[in-house]
């Protein structure tokens, strides 16, 4: 009899430690523990750091190059800024102020913003300058380089011909008034 009622005991022991305990949450769960950099920097290489932070470079140009490219047909327009008209530093202007970077309203005041690059070395999302006036000695036009292939830069800009458009710096036109590139990401 003793011994049944041992085991009794201990059944009912067992059985109320497996229960669970019912638990409720708030719907309003936060997290508020952020990465440190420090523990970033400790477990990775300066070189991989590097790579890391050239991605996000390449990523935040690619969607500035998207956000261009979606003004693609709009006609030009001498000060605008919006699908219904165009200009060239206005779709730089938009482009990039969509993601957070404030860039001058006028190509020849951009041109003084970032750092100046070869052309050998241009990559996806930098700026180039022109001079397409013959009587004005400052630049006058800026465009987006949207891709590199080998020896051809392409970029996108606002003709005043053809609107929004995407041309190649090996055409003779925008190879002989080209004036320089700058990197502003």
């Given amino acids: ?10 059944i009912l022991a067992l059985s109320s430690c497996v229960s ?5 949450y ?3 769960r936060k997290v508020s523990v952020a990465p440190s950099k420090v523990i970033i920097e400790r477990n ?7 790579k890391a932070e ?4 390449e990523l935040k140009a690619d969607k500035i190059i998207n956000s261009a490219l979606n003004f693609s047909g709009t006609p030009y327009k001498y000060g605008g800024t919006t699908k219904r008209g165009m200009d060239c530093s206005g779709l730089l202007y938009v482009a990039f102020s969509e993601h957070d970077i404030s860039l001058p309203r006028v190509s020849y005041v951009m041109a003084d913003e970032g750092k100046e690059v070869r052309v050998k070395d241009v990559e996806k999302g930098d700026l180039l300058f022109f001079r397409t006036s013959k009587k004005k ?5 800026v465009g987006l380089v949207v891709a590199t292939d080998n020896d051809e830069i392409k970029f996108i800009h606002a003709s005043t011909s053809r609107g929004v458009i995407v041309s190649s710096l090996r055409e003779g036109y925008w190879n002989y008034a080209f004036v320089k590139a700058t990197r502003v990401l």
């Fill in 26 to 28: 708030s719907n309003d």
């Fill in 137 to 141: 000695k400052r630049i006058n036009h």
């Fill in 44 to 50: 990775s290489s300066p070189r991989a750091e590097r």
């Fill in 20 to 24: 669970k305990k019912k638990t409720t």
């Fill in 54 to 57: 050239e991605a996000l470079v």
């Fill in 1 to 10: 009899m003793i011994r049944k009622a041992t085991i009794l005991l201990l």
